[in-house]
């Protein structure tokens, strides 16, 4: 039994060390490219794939050139959202591999070959929906983005801590239902930044199209930080 818990860790260890490096050279062909790609995480259905419906024309309106790699299991949904933005757009399916919860580095690199990096200023990877697995995979991101709806319940950062602290922007979305819920916003604050003290945090609806000049001037900090 102690035998197969140290074999399995050591498999873990290796799948992500191998994935790391990877995850390097994305970095490194982004930084080339002078693109800076932003790993948008949450939960199925926080928005994600919303927040960035309307993010995407705000940052075209004020001059920023971006592209967009979604990553779920099937369909090429959230793809066609995006694509009446003209803007480039590459559909990961994790089903071709397994079906995996969450995107790895290699299937970065796998969809770097499918979009043309040169003269992006933003790439934009939404990862498949899920609070966990995204959370240890580097996918050769410099800065990542946490979608958290309202409806998910105040406790969520306290019960999956790992993916809020290695996040640098929470948006908690879907604020335009708060009048027809029993959720505590505030406490929604507190427990983020009780398990992240760092992050910055944003309200956002994409009813309201709320704060999106907060994204661009975090989006410029984050660029000026990482390349
Ligand atoms: N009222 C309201 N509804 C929203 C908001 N943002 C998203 N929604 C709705 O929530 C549902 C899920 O939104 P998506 O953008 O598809 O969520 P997602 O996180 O991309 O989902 P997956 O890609 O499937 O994980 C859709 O019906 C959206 O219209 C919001 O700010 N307010
Ligand atoms: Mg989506």
């Not at 199925?44 to 001059?63: D, Q, R, V």
């Not at 790699?69 to 369909?75: A, K, N």
């Not at 505590?184 to 000049?213: A, G, T, W």
Request: overall charge neutral; glycine content about 6%; hydrophobic content about 40%.
């Amino acid at each position: 039994m102690t035998d197969n818990g140290v074999t399995n860790i050591s498999i873990v260890t290796n799948i992500l060390k191998a994935n790391d490096c990877i995850a390097a050279e994305n970095r490194k062909t982004l930084e080339d490219s002078g693109a800076f790609a932003i790993n948008i995480l949450g939960s199925p259905g926080a928005g994600k794939t919303a927040f960035l419906e309307a993010c995407i024309p705000y940052l075209l309106k004020n001059g920023l050139k971006v592209g967009v790699i979604f990553g779920d299991i099937t369909t090429t949904n959230d793809a066609k959202r995006i694509s009446v933005y003209k803007v480039p757009v590459v559909q990961i399916m994790t089903e071709a591999f397994g079906g995996s919860c969450h995107l790895d580095a290699p299937m970065i690199r796998k969809a770097f070959e499918k979009i043309n990096l040169d003269g992006l200023d933003v790439l934009f990877i939404e990862n498949v929906g899920n609070l966990v697995c995204p959370a240890v995979f580097d996918i050769g991101e410099h800065g990542r983005i946490l979608v958290l709806s309202v409806t998910e319940g105040e406790d969520k950062p306290l019960k999956y801590p790992v993916i809020f602290q290695r996040t640098d922007l929470v948006i908690i979305n879907k604020v335009d239902l708060l009048p027809h819920l029993d959720v505590d916003l505030d406490l929604i604050h507190k427990n983020i930044k009780s398990v992240n003290s760092k992050c910055q945090v944003l309200e956002f609806s994409k009813k309201e199209n709320k704060n999106l000049d907060s994204v661009l001037n975090w989006l410029k900090k984050i660029h000026n930080r990482k390349i």
